[in-house]
């Protein structure tokens, strides 16, 4: 069936606003959905790039990773796209209704798709890849971008009782006071005085989220590892994203000489029934205002002009059909 879509012909190139042949779903399981909207998530870009991990380097593509639709019975959902499937960034898509949920009458189906994306992968790291205790304190690195903006509300509703957010940018770091933060630590190009003040301020916490991997997470594990005042105390570092790199260079003895923890959370690292099954709590957090998440939603036939646009800190693009 013919319906508009946000077309990727050259991982070179920002999609295209084109006409698009939809397959028909092809079981039960498979619906055809009216999209409503869809976050332009950092996650987006890279699959449509072909840089992610995931990526299999077909085209063409529409892109997306999650979305708001309408069912044809007349039910909104919020549906995780399948990469067997065509994308969610179309006027229409077909999902795996066994990878969707359903959402309450009235939801902003706006703030949904920009919030949902950015929060799911801090709020399974903390409710199963490595369950918090209430109490416990938590490093957010990378506090800075939006995914860490929402981390660190994540982390206060789940009930942390210290929240330190580090980052690049201070304009950011000066707001995440607002958001939960009960200290906050500028990385910066002075590796030492950043490996103190983040031994000043984080050397105890029982748990790291981390946006950002390569250098800064190497130089944070070691500065943290070596300031700790009982090495055999759990510190647990939950690696997410890897917007400083995609290596890290780990001294072996930081593995040897303390209680350190390194996992994953990801496609692959957690189940899509385990993430699936976190949405409801979730969405009720994001709808009852949990957490706050600032929008900016923008016409799907514009997204090659939103896609080519720099990101706003602190705002996600949200295209609507």
Same mark, same amino acid.
């Given at each position: ?111 949904? $798709?920009? *919030? ?7 709020? /399974? !790291? @903390? &409710? ?6 209430? +109490? ?105 994203? $890897?917007? *400083? ?7 072996? /003895? !930081? @593995? &040897? ?6 996992? +994953? ?57």
């Amino acid at each position: 069936m013919d319906v508009h879509a946000a077309v990727v012909s050259s991982f070179d190139n920002p999609p295209r606003y084109e006409p698009f042949d939809l397959p028909e779903p092809r079981d039960e399981d498979q619906v055809l959905v009216d999209v409503l909207a869809v976050g332009l998530h950092p996650r987006v870009r890279s699959g449509a790039s072909g840089s992610h991990y995931t990526s299999t380097g077909k085209l063409p593509m529409v892109p997306g990773v999650d979305g708001v639709g309408r069912r044809e019975d007349g039910r909104t959902v919020y549906f995780v796209a399948d990469e067997e499937l065509v994308g969610p960034m179309a006027t229409r898509t077909v999902i795996d209704s066994r990878r969707s949920v359903v959402l309450p009458e009235g939801v902003d189906v706006v703030k949904i $798709a920009a *919030a949902m994306n950015p929060a799911m992968s801090s709020w /399974v !790291a @903390l &409710r199963r890849r490595v369950p918090i205790a209430a +109490g416990r304190s938590v490093l957010i690195l990378g506090a800075t971008g939006n995914a860490g903006q929402m981390a660190v509300q994540v982390a206060k509703r789940l009930g942390a009782g210290r929240v330190v957010g580090a980052g690049r940018d201070r304009a950011r770091l000066a707001t995440l006071a607002g958001l939960g933060a009960d200290a906050t630590v500028a990385l910066t190009d002075d590796a030492d005085a950043t490996a103190a003040a983040l031994a000043e301020e984080a050397a105890e916490v029982d748990l790291v989220i981390d946006y950002l991997w390569g250098k800064p997470a190497g130089d944070a594990i070691m500065a943290l590892l070596q300031a700790r005042a009982d090495r055999g105390r759990a510190l647990d570092w939950i690696h997410i994203g $890897a917007m *400083a790199g995609p290596s890290v260079e780990l001294p072996s /003895v !930081a @593995l &040897r000489s303390a209680n350190f923890r390194l996992q +994953g959370v990801g496609q692959g690292a957690v189940s899509p029934r385990t993430y699936l099954e976190q949405l409801p709590s979730l969405i009720d957090e994001i709808e009852n205002g949990g957490l706050a998440v600032t929008a900016d939603p923008v016409p799907l036939a514009d997204v090659e002009t939103a896609w080519n646009a720099p990101d706003v800190p602190g705002i996600r693009t949200v295209l609507v059909p």
